[in-house]
């Protein structure tokens, strides 16, 4: 995708969650970034003070601890906003990176200068504040499922979001995932494999 067809898919993505917003204000240049599998958007420390759009691809967010052992926080699918919000907003050191577990593309803009110029779009304000809102739920949805559900189907749901990496990632990147060992990952699959056989 050139510049172009990359502004217009960020602003479709916006345009058909059903807010009219004019693209017209905003005059911030745009960058643009090819991830290769592996690799990272930014890591854990870096200032990562922009709005990013994955455009194509599929990300995780990786946390890790000071004794070196890491954790993932979530996956991420296109197209969507990624990024860290306490990062962006308040131009701090981000506390997780972003790693693509496949070839993916980003787009980004600084968001101090992307909402100077829209914070007086009724429109974007509208999108913005929704999609607050759907952070602090997928939030609480989360931290609800580490209370009440059973590691079995703490990773079931994981399947179900996440059916493609199941069997394509490393086992440790789910269990970090779910809150489990990958021991006890490796004895819930094998549990389900007899059920099913």
């Known amino acids: 995708m050139d510049r172009t067809q990359l502004q217009n898919s960020f602003e479709a993505y916006f345009n058909e969650l059903g ?17 290769r ?7 854990q420390g870096d200032f990562a003070n ?15 601890s000071d004794e070196g052992k890491e954790f993932t926080q979530t996956f991420a699918k296109s197209p969507r906003i990624i990024g860290s919000t306490k990062a962006m907003v308040t131009e701090t050191r981000v506390l997780f990176g972003i790693q693509a577990l496949e070839d993916s593309m980003v787009s980004s ?24 809102e759907r952070i602090f739920i997928v939030k609480e949805e989360r931290e609800n499922a580490f209370v009440k559900h059973s590691a079995e189907r703490r990773y079931l749901d994981f399947c179900a979001a996440y059916p493609e990496l199941k069997d394509s990632i490393p086992q440790q990147q789910i269990a970090s995932y779910i809150g489990i060992t990958p021991v006890a990952l490796s004895r819930i699959r094998h549990r389900l494999k007899l059920g099913r056989g």
Not at 38 to 43: A, E, K, N, S, V
Not at 52 to 58: A, I, R, T, V
């Open 19 to 35: 807010y009219d917003i004019d693209w017209q204000r905003l005059t911030v240049p745009m960058d643009v970034h090819v991830i």
């Open 50 to 64: 922009r709005l990013y759009f994955l455009h194509s691809g599929l990300v995780r967010y990786v946390s890790v």
């Open 109 to 132: 803009y600084t968001w101090q200068a992307f909402y100077a110029q829209m914070r007086h779009d009724i429109g974007f304000l509208e999108c913005y504040a929704k999609f607050l």
């Open 37 to 43: 599998k592996g690799d990272y958007l930014f890591q």
